[in-house]
C-alpha cells in the first residue's frame, strides 16, 4: 500500500500541483552566513523554552500545566517569538527555512499539554488511546465506531510501521500535525495577498487565536485540522481534487466536522465554475446544495441519536442557550492587579473579540470585492446557521446532562473555522497597514 501511494504520488503530481506561477514558493538563498546568525539564536531559545517544558513535567492531576512550568519559560518563548518575527520578517533565509522555523513555533505553543501532563491531557484522549490499543491486539473492536476509525486507521497503521507507541502517536498526533500544516496552509493563503512581510508575518501573529483544539489528540480535534486543511486548499488551488479527498478523510475522522467539509467542496466547485453553467441551473444548484448543507447535518445528528421523534424538542430556549454562552462571561475580572486582571479580561471576552474581527473582516472583504470563491465560505456558513437552529431541537437523552447540547451547537465551531480564511486576511492586511506607517 505504502508503494503504491508513493508511487501514485510521483505519477499524478504534475496534476495535483499544476498550479499558477504566484502560488508557487520560491525559495531565495542566503546570500552570506551571517544570514543564518538569527536563525540559530531562534533555535537555542526554542530549545530553552521546550527544556523548561520537559523538566516540568508532571503525572499529578494538575488543572493547568502553568501550575508547574517554571516563569522563565515565558522569557524565552517571548525572546523566541520576537526573533522569529525579525527573521519573518527581515531576514533573507530561504522560505523553507521560514517555514520550518514556523512549524517549531508551532509545536512549541501547541505541545504544551502533551509535553508536561507525563500520562496525559484530557479525558476522551485516554478512551480512545484504549480503544486504539484494542483494536492493535484483536484487529477490531465491537460496536464499531465508524465515527473515528479516521484517526484510528491513521494511528493505528503508524505504529504497525514505525514501532511508536499508540500511547505516543495518540498524545501527539494532533499538536505535531497542526504544527506541520497550518504554517504552510496559512502562507499559501497569504502569499497570493499583500506585501512580502505581511505574508510570514501573519502565519505567526494569527497564534493570537491560540487554537486550543490542537492542544490534544481527539477524533473532533483532528477532524477540525483537516477542515481547515480543506478550507485552505480550496481556496489556493484551481484543482478540486485535493480539496474533495481532504474532505473526504475529515468525514472518515469525524462525520459531524465531514459532512459540512463534502458540502462546501461542492458548493465552491459550483462557485468556481459558475461562468460555466447557464444562470438558470446555476440557481437551482445553489438552491439544492443550500437545502443539502442545511439539513444533512440534523439529519445525521437526528439519525446518531436513535431516529426518535420523542427526542425533539421544539423548545426556544434550546437555540438561545448556546448563543446566550457567547456572551455570559463579558465581565472585567476581579480585583487583581492590572496584569492579570488584563489576562482575564481578553479571557472572558474572547468570544466577543472572535465575532468582531469576523463581523469586521466580513465587512472589509465585501468592500473590496475580493475573489469571489471567498463567497462559498459565507453560503456554506448560512446553511450551517440553519444546521444550528434545527439540530438544537435534538434531544441527546444517552449523554450526561452537560453534553446533552454539545452535539447540536458545534456547527458555531464549524462556522467559525469557514470564517478563517476571513480572519487570516483581515489580519494580514492590518499586519500591512501598520509596516506601511513605518
Not at 164 to 186: D, E, G, H, R, W
Request: charged fraction near 10%; include cysteine; charge should be positive.
Amino acid at each position: 500500500v505504502i508503494f503504491l501511494v508513493i508511487a501514485s504520488f510521483f505519477i499524478f503530481r504534475k496534476y495535483l500541483f499544476n498550479e499558477n506561477k504566484h502560488q508557487k514558493i520560491e525559495n531565495v538563498a542566503p546570500k552570506n552566513i551571517r544570514d543564518y546568525t538569527p536563525y540559530l539564536i531562534y533555535f537555542l531559545f526554542w530549545g530553552l523554552s521546550f527544556y523548561i517544558l520537559y523538566i516540568s513535567r508532571s503525572d499529578r492531576a494538575i488543572i493547568s500545566p502553568w501550575q508547574v512550568i517554571k516563569p522563565s519559560f515565558f522569557v524565552f518563548y517571548i525572546i523566541s517569538s520576537l526573533i522569529l518575527i525579525f527573521i519573518l520578517y527581515k531576514n533573507k533565509l530561504s522560505n523553507t527555512a521560514k517555514l520550518i522555523a514556523l512549524s517549531f513555533h508551532y509545536f512549541l505553543s501547541l505541545g504544551i499539554a502533551s509535553v508536561v501532563y507525563k500520562i496525559g491531557y484530557g479525558f476522551d484522549p485516554f478512551i480512545h488511546q484504549a480503544t486504539m490499543e484494542l483494536i492493535d491486539k484483536k484487529g477490531l473492536v465491537t460496536p464499531k465506531p465508524l465515527y473515528y476509525l479516521g484517526e484510528y486507521g491513521i494511528i493505528v497503521v503508524l505504529h504497525k510501521i514505525s514501532g511508536l507507541s499508540i500511547y505516543l502517536l495518540n498524545k501527539f498526533l494532533v499538536p505535531l500535525m497542526a504544527a506541520i500544516f497550518l504554517p504552510v496552509t496559512a502562507y499559501r493563503l497569504t502569499s497570493q495577498y499583500g506585501s512580502k512581510p505581511s505574508r510570514w508575518l501573519t502565519p505567526i501573529f494569527i497564534l493570537i487565536l491560540s487554537f486550543s483544539p490542537f492542544i490534544a489528540s481527539t477524533p473532533q480535534n483532528l477532524s477540525y485540522l483537516f477542515l481547515i486543511l480543506t478550507i485552505f486548499f480550496g481556496l489556493t488551488k484551481n484543482n478540486l481534487l485535493w480539496p474533495l479527498v481532504l474532505s473526504l478523510a475529515t468525514l472518515a475522522i469525524h462525520p459531524l466536522t465531514g459532512i459540512p467539509a463534502f458540502c462546501w467542496v461542492l458548493i465552491l466547485a459550483l462557485y468556481k465554475n459558475s461562468g460555466k453553467i447557464k444562470s438558470s441551473f446555476y440557481r437551482i444548484g445553489k438552491i439544492i446544495l443550500f437545502l443539502i448543507s442545511s439539513l444533512t447535518l440534523p439529519i445525521a445528528l437526528f439519525i446518531s441519536g436513535g431516529n426518535d421523534f420523542k427526542k425533539i424538542s421544539w423548545d426556544f430556549n434550546l437555540i438561545i442557550a448556546p448563543l446566550k454562552n457567547l456572551f455570559s462571561s463579558l465581565n472585567t475580572a476581579g480585583q487583581e492587579n492590572w496584569l492579570l486582571n488584563f489576562i482575564y479580561f481578553f479571557s472572558y471576552n474572547y468570544n466577543f473579540y472572535l465575532i468582531a474581527i469576523i463581523v469586521f473582516s466580513l465587512i472589509f472583504f465585501y468592500k473590496q470585492k475580493e475573489n469571489r470563491n471567498f463567497r462559498s465560505l459565507v453560503f456554506i456558513n448560512i446553511a450551517l446557521s440553519i444546521a444550528y437552529l434545527i439540530s438544537s431541537q435534538i434531544i441527546f437523552t444517552d449523554l450526561i446532562n452537560y453534553e446533552q447540547s454539545n452535539f447540536a451547537s458545534r456547527p458555531l465551531t464549524l462556522i467559525t473555522i469557514f470564517f478563517l480564511p476571513f480572519i487570516t486576511l483581515e489580519l494580514q492586511k492590518f499586519i500591512d497597514l501598520v509596516l506601511s506607517k513605518d
